[in-house]
């Protein structure tokens, strides 16, 4: 008698009908999928104890979407259990955990709700979202900006962005206020949701998660350091030690006069005597342009990233970033002297202010 078998479930048939009909049996489908990744196939009985697992896990998350996360130290309805954990370290929560107002609870007595209070209840399940934006915080220094890793020191979580997500500070070696533009960083991500790449173009996200998952999706794990976003990163920079020493060839310079005032005299050498009774003051040595010193953590982020093999910009392309921040600086107390000479400007004609 011929015997009729299937070679990816590992079972023999009497019958090709009863083999025809368990070709279109979940089980093999199931064998089948298990034979492309190079796996063994299963027995029915273990098919069937996977099914009924699936189906248990399947009820247990239909069962918590059912409940209703809700904080009673906050008095908030979340919709989802997620929207409720990213809830829970918020400072707003936490300065009511603080003040001890109640217990949390995940869902409040259904006996004590009344018709008012579900429906307030609904209202507040719609205006979760923007209320949650409102409690949008900054993420710390130690704090990843592009996942959920927290390590003990900024040092570390530099080391952890550079290592699992290519990121590194631009022109690293002219950084004098590391944590600083660490903080800004994290203020930039985490409160106004913006793109660390993108974002001068003027697109936002509706929470930090979103802005997280597109710089991790379209590789924008990285500072964008041009044009006239350069204006908004100069506070933490500083290209002075890129200056050629002999100055602007095009700079204009002024002829030394000598130049008397009675306390003082200005050589045309540019050398200043002074009299006698301002002694103590000329004695001081005050610079009085002095060069921003780059913080201790900056010099050594500096050398980590060097370790790493990151280079820094050309000397071309420094230079071309410091005159385009010169100009951007001009360009802006401009606007600004302009914005306050209208703002001051004296009426030169009487107006009756009040009718009376």
């Known amino acids: ?21 368990h070709y279109k049996t979940d089980w ?6 298990r034979k492309v990744v190079d796996l063994l196939p299963v027995t029915a009985e273990v098919f069937q104890q996977r099914v009924l697992e699936q189906r248990a896990h399947a009820n247990e998350q239909e069962a918590a979407k059912s409940i209703t996360p809700y904080c009673n130290y906050c008095k908030k309805k979340f919709g989802s259990e997620k929207s409720y954990q990213n809830h829970l370290p918020s400072k707003k929560h936490q300065e009511n955990v603080l003040n001890g107002l109640r217990h949390v609870s995940v869902k409040p007595d ?23 934006e409102d409690d949008s915080e900054a993420i710390p220094v130690t704090s990843c900006l592009f996942c959920n890793h927290r390590s003990d ?47 001068h173009l003027g697109r936002q996200f509706p929470s930090t998660e979103a802005v997280q998952k597109h710089m991790l999706d ?13 204006l908004e990163y100069s506070d933490f ?43 103590r003051y000329y004695r001081q040595k005050l610079n009085p342009n002095p060069r921003p010193i780059p913080t ?47 703002a001051n400007k004296l009426q030169k004609h009487f107006r009756r202010q009040v009718d009376m």
């Not at 008698?1 to 025809?20: E, G, L, W």
């Open 1 to 21: 008698m011929a015997t009729f078998t299937c070679i990816s479930c590992h079972v023999a048939f009497k019958d090709p009908n009863v083999q025809r009909e």
């Open 28 to 33: 093999h489908r199931y064998n089948l999928k």
């Open 110 to 132: 259904e006996n004590q709700m009344t018709v008012e209070d579900e429906s307030s209840m609904d209202e507040e399940i719609e205006d979760d979202s923007d209320e949650w």
């Open 153 to 199: 020191t900024m040092e570390s979580n530099l080391k952890h962005m550079s290592s699992q997500h290519s990121f590194f500070i631009p022109d690293f070696e002219f950084v004098i206020d590391m944590h600083g533009i660490m903080t800004y960083l994290g203020e930039r991500v985490g409160q106004g949701h913006i793109c660390m790449w993108c974002g």
């Open 218 to 230: 379209k590789g924008h794990c990285k500072m964008f350091h041009e044009g006239e976003v350069l």
């Open 237 to 279: 920079y500083d290209y002075s030690s890129s200056y050629p020493e002999e100055g602007d060839a095009d700079e204009e310079v002024e002829a030394n006069v000598i130049c008397d005032t009675g306390f003082e005299l200005v050589l045309p050498s540019g050398s200043t005597i002074g009299h006698r009774s301002l002694n």
């Open 296 to 342: 201790r953590s900056a010099i050594q982020h500096g050398n980590y990233f060097k370790a790493l093999g990151w280079t820094t910009s050309t000397k071309e392309i420094v230079q071309k970033k410091v005159r385009d921040i010169t100009f951007m600086r001009k360009m802006f107390l401009k606007n600004q002297l302009g914005v306050s000479v209208k």
